[in-house]
């Protein structure tokens, strides 16, 4: 797909970098970069099913969480530049592995290469292609994708424009994310299952940090405001762990407690929402992959 990759403007940065001969917020030029490829058996139940979902880790980011627990790849940039019938290629082998699906994990700034790629093997792939994001999307780079994707499972982190500054220099994040969201759920209205398989449809997750237990029920309370309960999931998730620069900020440099977990389940068990919530004791470093580069070629092949 065409894009013009010399003034970017794919993610609500618009910060209009020369991604041809330098690199935006996002750390990325105009070569694709991803740090693994892999089967992962952590998504939701419904993702990773009994194989495991296809990951592709790009390297980069849009949002600039300080605490994010894939910092090595998404704030320093790890990873290997590939081609976009790479990428293709890459997708077919995750299909040949027996993965559920392929989940592109944080793509947002690579969306144009990624359409050219699924345009270049979309008729060899029969299973469904996964949107992870931060939430944090523009609708124009959205519409882009626009029946190319089957399922969208985008986070919706924060609420509150003081706390999305703070924790991920975002300040406009619920301005863009709620819209992304809506625009995630016009395209993919209704939860499509092949038993315990899901085909079709929109999950929302949400990561309870310390702290924010009222930001995290306004969430909740928007989600249910806006989005009818049957035609999505909601993933709870329980696991923060303090991470990268947490440290910086000595109020979140500290697990959940079971009081701020219980206040957020309350309001979702009272809005009846269907979907899934971790224990809060599970582990956080299995959700953490090793990025070594595996399953992603090390050669740059310009084609
Ligand atoms: S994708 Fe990267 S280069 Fe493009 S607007 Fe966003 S931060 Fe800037």
Redesign the pocket.
Known sequence: MDYNFSE??????????D?VNS??????GADIKAAKASLHMWEEPCISVENGSGTVFFS?C?LKCCFCQNHEISHKNFGSNISISQLAEIFLQQQDKGAENINLVSG??FVPQIISALDIIKHKLSIPVVYNSSGYERIETLKMLNGYIDIYLPDLKYFSSEISKKYSKAENYFKYASRAILEMHRQQPVLKWDGKRLKKGLIIRHLILPHCRHDSIKIIDWINENIPKESFLLSLMSQYTPSYKSCEYPEINRKITTFEYNSVLEKIIEYDFNGFTQDKNSSNEKYIPDFDLSGIPTFFEKK
């Open positions: 970017c403007t794919l993610c609500p940065r618009m910060c209009g970098a991604r690199t935006g917020i996002c750390g990325c980069g849009t947002t700034h």
